[in-house]
């Protein structure tokens, strides 16, 4: 089990062994962590207590996705070390009374992972083994499979529920994985769902008991994946995908300003300050 820069600097994993920069900061390599297995790897967010997805951590996620298509790894399964949570979204503090700069790089860093996670070469299947609440279930989506942990954990774009509102690759993700007028509802009502519930809408395609099972199955679904042909597999998916990534690569600069914009708003930042001292009342 290895950091991203711990793997670059003591060269284990063969895809990759052409490293050549890495991001050197501590802070990003302990976010996630980076095991190697047969022909692919795994990709464990660690930000307790709940991988909130800070501008670290998708930085740092970021970063894994660069070295490891850089250096030819042919799929990933993106899955949590938290205890149930795999991610709680993004990390409402940094929308809270931000900087413009710190706010600024926040969201075009988003954007990015978005364009390389969704768009990625690599097959990719999420281990959802806990709760994936808006950017988490965000992260999820933009993979080519979802595989969820039954449960307790609910998962779905709650944005609403917050004051705020999806952007639209974030709506595009959606409609594209459980169609239009699943979308519509679930956009409006900020809907979580059980795992149940994801399995009938689409949202995930499949769920197991538990983690020892989970882990086998996430396994055996990306080697279906890898066993068609890589371009083949990737242009099918781009056949889907490619308009939303199209529209956001062209637009990223508004999408930057609408999104600062907004989260500046009085209302915005009222609803957030408030979300965040509902979530420490319950602690
Ligand atoms: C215009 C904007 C468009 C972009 C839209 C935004 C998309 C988003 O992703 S917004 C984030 C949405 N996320 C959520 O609504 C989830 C909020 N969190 C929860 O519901 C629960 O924390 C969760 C079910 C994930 C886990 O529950 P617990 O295991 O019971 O943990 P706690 O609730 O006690 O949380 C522990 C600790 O983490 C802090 N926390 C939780 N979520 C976030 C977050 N998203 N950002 C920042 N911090 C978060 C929580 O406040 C606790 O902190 P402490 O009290 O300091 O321990």
Redesign the pocket.
């Known amino acids: 089990m290895m950091s991203v820069t711990s793997i670059a600097r003591n060269k284990v994993l063969p895809f990759l062994r052409k490293s050549t920069k890495m991001q050197s900061t501590a802070s990003l390599s302990s976010l996630v962590k980076l095991e190697e297995k047969q022909g692919y790897a795994v990709v464990s967010m660690q930000k307790t207590?709940?991988n909130?997805l800070s501008l670290e951590m998708i930085q740092a996620l970021s970063q894994s996705l660069i070295e490891l298509e850089k250096n030819k790894c042919k799929g990933i399964i993106l899955t949590s070390a938290c205890p149930?949570?795999f991610s709680?979204?993004?990390?409402?503090?940094e929308?809270y009374q931000p900087t413009d700069d710190r706010l600024n790089q926040f969201w075009s860093s988003l954007q990015t992972l978005w364009l390389q996670l969704y768009g990625s070469k690599m097959a990719t299947v999420a281990l959802i083994n806990g709760?994936a609440?808006?950017?988490g279930c965000l992260l999820a989506m933009c993979c080519d499979s979802r595989i969820m942990l039954n449960g307790k954990s609910k998962i779905g774009l709650?944005?609403t529920k917050?004051g705020?509102?999806?952007?639209s690759w974030f709506k595009d993700t959606f409609v594209n994985t459980i169609g239009v007028r699943q979308s519509e509802r679930a956009l409006q009502l900020g809907s979580l769902f059980s795992p149940e519930e994801a399995l009938k809408i689409g949202l995930v395609d499949k769920l197991v008991p538990d983690m020892e099972t989970a882990t086998a199955v996430a396994e055996a679904e990306l080697k279906e994946f890898l066993q068609i042909p890589g371009m083949a597999r990737y242009l099918s998916k781009m056949k889907i995908r490619e308009a939303a990534i199209k529209d956001l690569s062209e637009t990223r600069e508004a999408d930057l300003n609408q999104?600062v914009n907004?989260?500046k708003t009085d209302a915005v930042q009222k609803g957030l300050g408030l979300y965040?001292q509902s979530?420490?009342k319950?602690?």
């Open positions: 207590p709940v909130s149930g949570i709680a979204g993004l990390d409402i503090r929308m709760h609440p808006a950017g709650n944005e917050l705020i509102v999806a952007p999104f907004f989260a965040l979530l420490a319950k602690n």
